[in-house]
């Protein structure tokens, strides 16, 4: 709902959401950013995919198994994680379910899946 200023208020509820993500698309709510708010059971996560700008995550639980370009990052609560701009990229919740957030710094996400 609109604030005295002329913001927005959204509830998170009332975002698109997936099994383990709800969405915030930046263009549809005149922002110039976007995100994911994701809580993932163990063993499951995105296939690898990657996009043209970096993406940035914050772990706020759990811990979680990232993969980058050829490498592997393992991250925990209180942990930032920043993709560059094109590195395949791909993560999976070990352990207990961990929530995090993922930002992408563009109004519109571009998404490439390689797998």
């Given amino acids: 709902m609109p604030s005295d200023r002329g913001g927005e208020v959204i ?14 698309d930046g263009h549809a709510h005149g922002a110039q950013v976007s995100f994911f708010l994701s809580s993932n059971a163990p063993g499951t996560g995105p296939k690898l995919h ?27 609560a209180g942990d930032v994680v920043v993709v560059p701009a094109g590195a395949p990229h791909k993560f999976v919740s070990r352990g207990s379910t961990h929530r995090q957030v993922s930002i992408h710094p563009v109004a ?8």
């Fill in 108 to 115: 519109r996400m571009e998404t490439e899946w390689l797998e």
């Fill in 11 to 24: 509830k998170i509820e009332e975002l698109p959401s997936g099994e383990n993500a709800s969405l915030f």
């Fill in 50 to 76: 990657r996009h043209p700008y970096e993406e940035t995550f914050i772990v706020e639980e759990g811990d979680v198994l990232f993969t980058i370009d050829e490498d592997t990052v393992q991250a925990g």
